[in-house]
């Protein structure tokens, strides 16, 4: 079944560097990070030193809620273990892309709402994904 | 200042190899190089400008190649976006020329993934060093086809894009690969033949993807009155687009293409509009890239290009708006996973009259090439060439 296999798909792990470590710190504690520009208010994904929009670097962590839609997403056939890949539209305004797991990967949709989860990476922290709310 | 008219295309060449076993990459330059040279009734000693993408080859590739076939240059350029480099090439060819950096400038693209067994479109591939985005997206697996196909996901949501429309776009492919006897794929398809294939990374089928291919292609560029010497039909640049889109922070939209922004300055530069183009190379890495795009230049509305591809709308002598005609990356050639410059090959030929006849546009004397290199579920670059013949 879809989710058992979801699980044994190996997940590669995130290069970590010293822009990214906080992130990766906060993912292994269970929490999904991003950015918002004390400058001009506006949050970005992925996390960066300086401000996408208005090039600040007055830009702060912040946690998400976890809490999203799911804006499109794909499910690959042809690969030894079928895996959905997504963009979420997170509940704090940016969009990620992700993976949807712990579902029948058929039944998913754009516009589903979904929950965040974490997952054991390949000899790294763990990352980021998420399920049916 | 602006390029129209400043440069000419006068050698064109594309390898016939679809797989090329038993050559190595930089042979394939070499081979395409010479063929272009041959067209244009050049010599290799007459060049004195290269272009050649950074990706074609390994580490400075680029000075390795003006060393192994000898050339001596006032002007080199290795620009490099993924399959649309040599979209941006011919325009930035046309900006050195204007400028006097050089006046006889080759193009050169080169290849053989399929040799090497490479899964261009499944495998997700890793960077050679990790780039800014790496963390956050190597471990969900983006491969080639499932980022294209987030794209189709959500174009068929916003817009009621059908995977049968998106079946017209191959089936026209078909049509006009038929007369190609290089094509990789010679027979004919319908709509049912596309949706029936199986399955790649949803709504893409198998039929919606482009081939994988070994090979390459090489374009000669000159000044006005160096192509006015030559023996060739001149085919003229009058204007060039280059445009980059990416995921805007997080303000992520796959509804549209950089095509959006290159198209408009490539039509302004050269003075025309959509509806003056009488044949389109559209690259088609995937179906959805040909409509995605054909909505961005223009050809028709956003959200309606399922539409205007279907019912053979893209066929020559049957639609509208011929694309395409040596069959494309859909079914002709995609050599080095790379279909921008196969793009401007077939454009040349229709401008000069040397299509397949069963293909060839009538009175075809304004053309345009389009591409999209890197990943249009990501970033990549959108750039246009509308070329005239004179």
Not at chain 1, 59 to 83: C, D, K, L, N
Not at chain 2, 332 to 344: A, D, Q
Not at chain 2, 365 to 386: N, Y
Request: charged share 20%.
């Amino acid at each position: 079944m879809a989710q058992a296999q979801q699980q044994q798909r190996k997940i590669a792990a995130p290069p970590v560097n010293p822009e990214t470590q906080h992130f990766w710190d906060a993912a292994a504690q269970g929490k999904l990070l991003y950015k918002k520009c004390a400058a001009c208010g506006e949050p970005h994904f992925y996390p960066r030193p300086h401000c996408p929009f208005c090039f600040s670097d007055k830009v702060e962590w912040q946690e998400a809620s976890g809490r999203g839609t799911i804006y499109t997403y794909s499910v690959m056939r042809r690969a030894p273990v079928p895996y959905a890949i997504a963009y979420v539209a997170l509940a704090e305004g940016p969009t990620m892309m992700t993976n949807i797991v712990d579902c029948d990967l058929d039944s998913i949709k754009i516009g589903q709402p979904v929950k965040l989860v974490f997952k054991p990476s390949d000899g790294g922290p763990p990352v980021p994904m998420f399920t049916p709310a | 200042m602006s390029i129209k008219g400043k440069a000419y295309i006068v050698g064109i060449y594309e390898h016939p190899t679809r797989l090329a076993t038993d050559r190595t990459v930089m042979q394939l330059h070499a081979d395409v190089a010479a063929g272009a040279l041959a067209d244009a009734g050049l010599t290799k000693n007459d060049i004195d400008g290269y272009f050649c993408a950074a990706g074609d080859m390994a580490g400075l590739g680029q000075l390795s190649m003006v060393d192994y076939l000898g050339l001596k240059t006032r002007h080199i350029d290795s620009t490099d976006v993924g399959g649309s480099s040599y979209l941006l090439h011919v325009g930035h060819v046309a900006e050195a020329i204007a400028a006097g950096k050089c006046s006889i400038a080759l193009i050169t693209l080169a290849g053989r993934p399929r040799a090497e067994g490479m899964a261009t479109g499944t495998q997700p591939r890793a960077p050679e060093r990790p780039m800014p985005e790496s963390g956050f997206e190597l471990p969900y697996a983006p491969a080639t086809a499932n980022m294209y196909a987030m794209a189709a996901m959500r174009h068929m949501h916003e817009f009621g894009t059908t995977s049968e429309q998106l079946a017209w776009v191959k089936v026209a492919a078909s049509h006009h690969a038929q007369h190609n006897p290089h094509a990789m794929l010679k027979d004919v398809v319908t709509v049912e033949d596309v949706v029936g294939s199986p399955m790649i990374a949803d709504p893409l089928h198998r039929l919606d993807c482009c081939v994988i291919s070994d090979g390459g292609g090489a374009i000669i560029m000159t000044t006005p009155e160096i192509a006015k010497s030559l023996k060739r039909p001149r085919v003229k640049v009058i204007g060039a687009g280059e445009a980059p889109k990416h995921q805007m922070g997080g303000k992520v939209d796959l509804t549209y293409s950089g095509g959006r922004w290159s198209g408009p300055l490539a039509f302004a530069e050269g003075g025309v509009k959509p509806s003056d183009i009488k044949y389109a190379s559209i690259y088609d890495s995937f179906t959805i890239t040909v409509l995605m795009q054909l909505e961005d230049l223009g050809f028709c509305e956003k959200g309606q290009g399922g539409r205007f591809v279907s019912d053979g709308n893209l066929i020559s002598g049957v639609g509208k708006l011929p694309f395409n005609t040596d069959g494309g990356g859909l079914c002709n050639n995609h050599p080095s996973n790379r279909g921008g410059l196969t793009k401007v090959l077939e454009a040349v030929r229709q401008l000069r009259g040397e299509a397949h006849p069963a293909v060839q546009v009538k009175n075809c004397d304004l053309a345009l090439a389009h591409g999209t290199g890197g990943s249009l579920g990501t970033r990549h670059a959108g750039a246009t060439v509308i070329m005239e013949r004179e």
